[in-house]
Structure formats: C-alpha cells, structure tokens
C-alpha cells in the first residue's frame, strides 16, 4: 500500500478544521513558496505543496524550480523509504479478531465499501482497513500514476545528489490516526462520507494553483459543522498544531545550514498557528517568493 495514504493531511481537513475567518484574516494567506532567513546562514525556502499527481501541480513554477535547483538539501515531511511503506501498510488493516463491519453497522459499511470501490478498492481489501484508513483514502484523488508532488520533489533530490531529511518518522504520522478512539475514527468517516470529496479535492487544487493558502482554509472551514466542537478541535490539534511545533524545531539545522528547500504541505503554513508564523516568533523573517 502506497505510503501516499498519509503523505500530506491536507485533504483530510476538509471535515475537520474548525472556525471560519476572512481570506483577508489569515495571516501569511497568499503564496506557496516563502524565503526564511535570519543572520548568519543563507536563505532558504520552505515550499507548500499539495498530494496531488495533477501535471499542473507537479510540474514545478519557474520560481519555485530555481530555488530547488540552487538548494543544497531537500527536506520533507517524512522519507520515503520502503520501511516507511512496509509500516504504513501493517497500520492501516483491521487486526485478525475485528470487522469493519460490525464496527461500522450495515448502512455505513455498504456505502463505505461502494465508495472504495469507485475508488479502486477491491472490495476483499477494503472491508479489512481502520476507518481512518478507509476515511484518509476518500480524502485524496484516485490514484493513477502514483507521480504526486512529495515524490516528484523527492526524486529530483537523489538526481541531484542533494540530501533529504525527514521532519517525522513514520510512526509518528500514523499515531496522528492510530491513536484515536474508535468511535472518533467512525465518526470521522462518517463526516467524510457526507461530504463530497471529489467536488472538494477539485476545488482545494484550484484554489492551491491560485496560491490562495486563505481559501484552502474556508475550503476547510466550510465542512466543520459536520463534526462537534470538541472533536474538531481535538483532532485540529494532532493534525496542524501539534505537528507544527514539532516540524519547525526538526527544521532548525537544515535553515541554520542555510540554502535548505523545504517542503510541507500547504495548510501546516498559514494562520496564527502556522509555520511561517512559528518562524517568525523564533526571529526568522518570512517573504513570500511565489
């Protein structure tokens, strides 16, 4: 199973971020590609991508294949190395005494099993994931060639003879969903299948080829009242927050070196809570390049 399933969170906001703000609120709401800089080392860029085999997102802006080309390291938000894959692959089934369907009851089980199948999940597969798995599957586009941005990126590092680094390891991207409640994972699904994820993802990658990281966040914010409060902000928490924090110190080495490219998904970027914004407080000053 591919380890695209977890790469970026970003469609999974879609039914779980909450509040809603003007575009002309968020802070750092336009642009994907942000030069970071502070004295003593040279600039480098951190760069807002998005989970998507789209030719028109994996086919780089000018700008921003510059800035790859002259940067001495790639970063990433995970690596992706075959271990990686093994992991994600073990994390995502059912354990030999559970079942989706008795997790699910027979409504959600059905429409969820037709979903995955529309979704080229063969249904003796599909009915053996975690609902988090089934839910972070719906969220993303259908796969195809398998090229989505992060490992386009990532290639074109080990042709260039750059070094990649990971902001996290494996096991701390599956404990985003792993260690939520049952129940919290069902409800989750359930939120996913009441939306419409393929109108949504179109929108998120219109919005994203604007640059527009503040409608990314509307996109988001206009699904939330189909989760309560509390678990919305919760599950918020473990998926933006927490990471953010964590993101921003692991890349600390590679801004001190200077010349570093790093690239996270877009929506770990904006707002007060966000990246650039964390970088700023630190004593980074933030530009915005494309």
Same mark, same amino acid.
């Given at each position: 199973?591919?380890?695209?399933?977890?790469?970026?969170?970003?469609?999974?906001?879609?039914?779980?971020?909450?509040?809603?703000?003007?575009?002309?609120d968020?802070?750092?709401?336009?642009?994907l590609?942000w &030069? *970071?800089? $502070?004295?003593? @080392? /040279?600039?480098?860029f951190? #760069?807002?991508?998005? +989970? =998507?085999?789209?030719? &028109? *997102?994996? $086919?780089?802006? @000018? /700008?921003?294949?510059?800035? #790859?080309?002259?940067? +001495? =390291?790639?970063?990433?938000?995970?690596l992706?190395?075959?271990?990686?894959?093994?992991?994600?692959?073990?994390?995502?089934?059912?354990?030999?005494?559970?079942?989706?369907?008795a997790?699910?009851?027979?409504?959600?089980?059905?429409?969820?099993?037709?979903?995955?199948?529309?979704?080229?999940?063969?249904?003796?597969?599909?009915?053996?994931?975690?609902?988090?798995?089934?839910t972070v599957?719906?969220?993303?586009?259908?796969?195809?060639?398998g090229?989505?941005?992060?490992?386009?990126?990532y290639?074109?590092?080990?042709?260039?003879?750059?070094?990649?680094?990971?902001?996290?390891?494996?096991?701390?991207?599956l404990?985003?969903f792993?260690?939520?409640?049952?129940?919290?994972?069902?409800?989750?699904?359930?939120?996913?299948?009441?939306?419409?994820?393929?109108?949504?993802i179109?929108?998120?990658?219109a919005?994203?080829?604007?640059?527009?990281?503040?409608?990314?966040?509307?996109?988001?914010?206009?699904?939330?009242?189909q989760?309560?409060?509390?678990?919305?902000?919760?599950?918020?928490?473990?998926?933006?927050?927490?990471?953010?924090?964590?993101m921003?110190?692991r890349?600390?080495?590679?801004?001190?070196?200077g010349?570093?490219?790093?690239?996270v998904?877009?929506?770990h970027?904006?707002g007060?809570?966000?990246i650039?914004?964390?970088?700023?407080?630190r004593?980074?000053?933030?530009?915005?390049v494309y």
């Amino acid at each position: 199973m591919p380890i695209r399933l977890l790469f970026l969170v970003a469609f999974v906001l879609g039914w779980i971020v909450p509040g809603a703000a003007a575009a002309a609120d968020v802070t750092h709401g336009k642009g994907l590609l942000w &030069r *970071v800089e $502070r004295t003593g @080392a /040279p600039p480098s860029f951190v #760069f807002g991508t998005i +989970h =998507s085999e789209d030719k &028109r *997102v994996t $086919r780089l802006p @000018a /700008p921003v294949q510059a800035a #790859f080309d002259r940067a +001495h =390291s790639l970063t990433v938000e995970m690596l992706l190395e075959p271990e990686a894959n093994a992991a994600l692959a073990s994390a995502m089934f059912l354990g030999k005494d559970q079942n989706l369907r008795a997790i699910l009851g027979d409504d959600l089980y059905h429409r969820t099993i037709r979903a995955l199948e529309d979704h080229g999940m063969p249904r003796q597969i599909a009915g053996a994931l975690k609902p988090w798995a089934v839910t972070v599957m719906l969220s993303m586009p259908k796969p195809d060639t398998g090229e989505f941005l992060d490992k386009v990126l990532y290639a074109a590092a080990l042709d260039q003879g750059k070094p990649v680094h990971g902001l996290e390891s494996v096991e701390e991207q599956l404990a985003i969903f792993e260690d939520l409640p049952m129940t919290d994972q069902v409800r989750l699904l359930e939120a996913a299948m009441e939306g419409s994820p393929a109108a949504y993802i179109e929108e998120l990658i219109a919005a994203y080829l604007a640059r527009d990281l503040a409608a990314m966040m509307m996109l988001n914010n206009r699904a939330n009242a189909q989760l309560d409060q509390e678990l919305a902000t919760r599950i918020t928490r473990r998926l933006l927050d927490d990471r953010n924090e964590r993101m921003v110190q692991r890349m600390e080495p590679r801004l001190r070196e200077g010349n570093a490219f790093i690239a996270v998904g877009a929506l770990h970027l904006p707002g007060e809570r966000g990246i650039l914004k964390l970088l700023e407080g630190r004593g980074y000053r933030v530009t915005v390049v494309y």
